[in-house]
């Protein structure tokens, strides 16, 4: 399968992550955006722990980004989607999920985790993450 959906500008998100640096520095008179950003996150999912389907194929490589961030997720990833779905560091991968959210939440219904990731197959992956479908209490 050829991972051609879903993909950004990377431009557009190095862009994206000077522009929010500057808005949290501003904002919260912080600089990390990293760590906000997966606070953010982490914040999330606590609330609801399926919500990691907001995230889609980049959900892998930010869940790679927040158990480096010391965040206790689980093992279970996706080696070829998280290589895919990814920016050149952790900050990036983190606005290209967020990015995904956004347009997510407004073309999809909540829960929805059937993507078509290839616009010449027909057939459509499947993101399932037990770690988060079922968290140890």
Sequence with gaps: ????EYKFDKDA???LVSERAA???????????????LGVVAERL???PRRYRDYGPY???????????GYSLGSQTDPLVK??????GDVETLIMADEFRTAYLKANM???NQFLLDAASPDFWV???????FPAA
């Design 1 to 4: 399968m050829a991972y051609t």
């Design 46 to 48: 606590g609330k609801d």
């Design 13 to 15: 998100i190095k862009a």
């Design 127 to 133: 993101l399932y993450d037990a770690d988060m479908e």
């Design 110 to 112: 909540i829960y929805t």
């Design 23 to 37: 808005a949290l520095r501003a904002n919260r008179g912080f600089s990390n955006l990293l760590a906000f950003g």
């Design 59 to 69: 959900w892998w490589a930010l869940k790679d980004a927040m158990i480096a961030g």
């Design 83 to 88: 290589k895919a779905y990814r920016g050149e």
